[in-house]
């Protein structure tokens, strides 16, 4: 799992801030071997999963926000991998998070971005989903400022790290 997080550039002290070891396995094996991987805790108690092979998550499905640094702006991400990879450019976690760990959890993710006084930043897909959930929630948040710019003409923050 530390080769998976190298091989995207992000650094390893601050990912263990936020992830934990997951083993599973779809069907009872003989050898009572697992398979791995990082698991990234949501606000109503779910898991979204990663590894190189392996993309998936437990139920139930959510958000999850950082709220650790007072008087900080929040950054939005659509995933854990691009909030870790934020937090590795910036040389630590100096930003609050939101993290939609997928853009049909959006509708949350405004119910709290709502009750905030702090600035908000938008750090969603160069893609069609990121832009329709980017331009919903300046909608939503006209104060909201779009930041998909700085990590253009890549995907995401961590396909921008991996290219840096």
């Not at 898991?47 to 998550?57: A, H, I, N, Q, T």
């Not at 659509?78 to 049909?104: P, Q, R, W």
């Amino acid at each position: 799992l530390y080769a998976y997080l190298t091989k995207r550039r992000i650094n390893t002290s601050i990912a263990r801030q936020f992830l934990q070891e997951a083993h599973y396995s779809f069907q009872e094996r003989k050898d009572g071997r697992y398979l791995y991987a990082l698991a990234y805790q949501n606000d109503k108690g779910g898991y979204e999963l990663r590894s190189e092979p392996f993309k998936g998550s437990i139920a139930p499905k959510g958000i999850t926000t950082h709220f650790d640094c007072e008087n900080a702006p929040v950054t939005v991400f659509e995933g854990f991998m691009d909030m870790l990879s934020f937090a590795t450019l910036c040389g630590g976690v100096k930003h609050n998070y939101v993290v939609l760990n997928s853009i049909v959890n959006k509708e949350a993710a405004l119910e709290v971005l709502e009750t905030l006084q702090n600035q908000v930043y938008l750090c969603l897909d160069n893609d069609e989903g990121g832009e329709s959930t980017t331009r919903w929630l300046i909608d939503a948040l006209p104060s909201a400022i779009d930041k998909r710019n700085r990590f253009a003409p890549y995907k995401d923050v961590n396909d921008y790290l991996c290219h840096r």
